[in-house]
């Protein structure tokens, strides 16, 4: 595990001790409402996924006076973890990506009064509230950048396991390109992990053997390792799920947001509000705030480049 990794678990790790404002405890003990969380296998201080939802978490406990509780599932048992948050007694409890489902599913019909949030797959339990991302739309937004600034127009796309969710973040970037600059050629490789920073490295240095100038990720903590490299090598990269500038910041022009953690204060808001969730399929896209784009940093755009993506925008 890399150094910038386990600062970034440190430090998260001094947040959730540390003490909430009174005004927050105030109405954390008057409301009681709390979260679950479990995050992916590849736990904190993915500068993704994981990290995005436990932001969202610390927002509304700083904000809603909620309190949460996290469990990171690195040896693979989530049913397991997510039964002890469940014996916590917590409002809500939150799995994250596809491998959580089975457990989710299997612990929604054990416990049917228990409300449940899957992040980024889909439950058919009516105790459990489903939300997914179109990343496609987000992704495009990145296709474009690259399709318009690339020099060599050769491309790269690395996703961590070749899944649904990954092929829409692949597919949404290659329609970008492609809709800007019919010369691109847009490679693609997939890591077959989403926890190996130094894979994406050694693929992110075969796409540059490659031509490849600009790469963009979708593969958590393995893509931790396509930026890094990225700004070894000098070319530049794209960040995913949060905004991840400051992992490489000679490399990272801008990264796809997919508001895990607007998504996930969302759902307290509405239990503070004393609304129960009421399960079933939530998709967000751009209209809904659910993706975008993190400050365009590094390069410069024309006008009429920065209009066309303003136009996607709004």
């Excluded at 649904?164 to 970037?173: I, L, Q, S, T, Y």
């Excluded at 019919?182 to 490679?187: G, I, K, S």
């Excluded at 799920?241 to 910041?249: H, I, L």
Aim: hydrophobic share 40%.
């Amino acid at each position: 595990m890399s150094a910038c990794r386990w600062f970034g678990l440190l430090f998260l790790c001094f947040v959730v001790a540390g003490c909430s404002s009174e005004e927050a405890d105030s109405a954390s003990a008057e409301k009681g409402i709390s979260a679950g969380l479990l995050v992916t296998e590849s736990g904190l201080g993915d500068d993704s996924f994981s990290d995005s939802a436990f932001q969202g978490l610390e927002q509304a406990r700083d904000e809603l006076g909620i309190t949460f509780d996290y469990r990171e599932p690195f040896n693979g048992d989530f049913e397991g973890h997510m039964e002890d948050l469940i014996e916590q007694g917590h409002d809500v409890i939150m799995g994250l990506g596809y491998d959580s489902q089975a457990s989710i599913d299997a612990l929604a019909e054990k416990y049917p009064d228990q409300q449940f949030v899957l992040i980024d797959a889909v439950s058919e339990f009516d105790n459990v509230t489903s939300i997914t991302f179109r990343e496609d739309e987000g992704s495009y937004l990145i296709g474009l950048l690259a399709g318009m600034k690339t020099e060599s127009d050769v491309v790269g796309f690395i996703g961590g396991e070749q899944i649904e969710v990954v092929e829409r973040f692949e597919n949404g970037f290659r329609d970008g390109v492609q809709e800007v600059n019919d010369n691109a050629e847009v490679l693609v490789e997939y890591a077959g992990t989403f926890d190996d920073d130094a894979k994406g490295a050694d693929l992110t240095r075969e796409l540059t053997e490659d031509k490849a100038d600009y790469v963009f990720h979708a593969a958590g903590f393995t893509g931790v390792g396509v930026m890094k490299e990225a700004e070894n090598l000098g070319i530049y990269a794209f960040g995913a799920d949060s905004d991840q500038y400051y992992v490489a910041e000679d490399a990272v022009v801008s990264s796809m947001m997919k508001n895990v953690n607007v998504a996930l204060y969302d759902v307290m808001a509405q239990l503070t509000e004393g609304e129960p969730l009421k399960g079933g399929l939530q998709e967000l896209g751009i209209e809904e705030e659910g993706v975008g784009l993190a400050p365009i940093r590094l390069i410069q755009l024309s006008d009429e480049e920065q209009d066309r993506i303003d136009e996607e925008v709004n």
